[in-house]
């Protein structure tokens, strides 16, 4: 059986953390969340897998390759161009992808599902595919229930009593809401569907194909089901999937390596002497770390692989990617730190480096470190008072 995943958009809403990495290789505790995708593809029998890249395409196709290894076959179909040898990304949309598959060469041949590249997913795909099929739709989108009080963070579905799809709110106030079931962005389409979508032009699933296939009265319905959905398409929604994977809330998610005391899971060769560092579980630490003594370390917390947390480091309910250097004494609280950038939970954030902070968090791989100016210092102080990021003394 044949899948599609969407992996060609650029995750502006995650951002800072894709301007290096595509959303799709986003890591839940080390693990991209498209791994996670294709391993649900395989438990239901989609092996021929096509996945349409365009922001950061290399990093997806580097990674993943044609599949073998996951127990899948995997193609590419790249939105962009080369200019003076650099890859230009150029996304078609989610259903402009679909159709310029087609075209190049007759692929979606039967039943086929899309997902997008962006959430976690533990849904039975074979019976949504054997609902789908009968009500003889030629197009269907499964639906989640959600309180009332979320509605406004989710594109509305409104149906009639057999699940035909009539029309779509996004986004709405939760008075003006229709309905409290949302689009979980999991499609099942026949190749009929295809012929909705013009050629060459950007066209989106959502918002152009949808509308198009309710005023064409075509078969399109909705799937109301009940599974575990975690979306990352905000940070917040990273930073609360990374939480709840913590706190074994997600089921498809382990956490990985081992736990060398109650909550707190280690990769290989970490250094820490636990004795003398203060923690609370859940935490993850990567290998190759270093936490140096009279550290706090409070969870639900992951530190990526080849970190340093330094002498008096407190790490409260936050998020540290690989390769970060976090000073002595430096406290971060409900922080997500990504490469130069140091952001809250909300998705607000600073350039570290712009705001002469550097020498409290950076790469650890840097040998140029200095100690900080009275200014510097200065500016730290200033921002600790909003930012929870001080160093004591300053």
């Not at 190049?104 to 039967?110: A, L, N, S, V, Y």
């Not at 905000?234 to 074994?248: C, E, F, M």
């Not at 540290?320 to 998705?347: A, Q, T």
């Amino acid at each position: 059986m044949k899948a599609m995943i969407l992996a060609a958009g650029k995750g502006t809403r995650v951002r800072p953390i894709t301007h290096t990495i595509p959303k799709p290789m986003i890591p839940i505790l080390q693990k991209p969340v498209m791994e996670f995708l294709l391993e649900l593809l395989r438990q239901h029998g989609f092996t021929e897998v096509m996945v349409n890249v365009s922001h950061l395409a290399e990093e997806i196709e580097n990674y993943f390759r044609d599949g073998q290894r996951f127990g899948v076959e995997i193609a590419y179909s790249f939105e962009g161009r080369i200019e003076d040898g650099e890859l230009i990304g150029d996304a078609l949309g989610s259903a402009g992808g679909l159709k310029k598959i087609q075209n190049f060469q007759p692929f979606f041949d039967d039943t086929f599902v899309v997902l997008c590249g962006d959430a976690l997913i533990d849904l039975d795909l074979t019976e949504a595919v054997r609902r789908h099929r009968e009500k003889g739709a030629m197009a269907s989108l499964v639906t989640k229930r959600v309180p009332s009080d979320q509605v406004s963070s989710y594109g509305v579905v409104v149906t009639d009593p057999e699940g035909r799809v009539l029309s779509f709110q996004e986004k709405p106030a939760v008075t003006e809401a229709a309905s409290d079931m949302i689009n979980t962005g999991i499609y099942i389409f026949e190749p009929e569907v295809l012929d909705f979508i013009p050629s060459g032009q950007p066209f989106d699933i959502g918002s152009d194909l949808f509308p198009k296939l309710v005023a064409a009265g075509a078969p399109f319905y909705a799937l109301p089901m009940e599974f575990e959905w975690v979306d990352i398409g905000k940070v917040p929604d990273y930073w609360q999937a990374i939480r709840s994977v913590l706190q074994g809330q997600v089921r498809q998610v382990q956490i990985p390596g081992k736990e060398v005391r109650p909550g707190i899971y280690t990769g290989l060769n970490v250094a820490a002497n636990w004795d003398k560092i203060h923690v609370e579980g859940p935490i993850y630490v990567g290998g190759m770390t270093r936490i140096e003594d009279g550290a706090t370390i409070i969870g639900p917390a992951m530190i990526g692989p080849s970190c340093l947390i330094g002498e008096g480091a407190t790490i409260d309910n936050s998020i540290i990617f690989d390769y970060s250097r976090i000073g002595p004494g430096v406290r971060l609280v409900e922080k997500l730190v990504f490469g130069r950038y140091c952001v809250d939970r909300n998705g607000d954030h600073f350039d570290l480096q712009e705001a002469a902070l550097d020498w409290l968090i950076t790469d650890v791989r840097r040998q140029d470190i200095v100690a900080p100016s009275p200014q510097q210092k200065a500016m730290a102080e200033l921002l600790g008072s909003d930012l929870s990021l001080s160093q004591p003394g300053s």
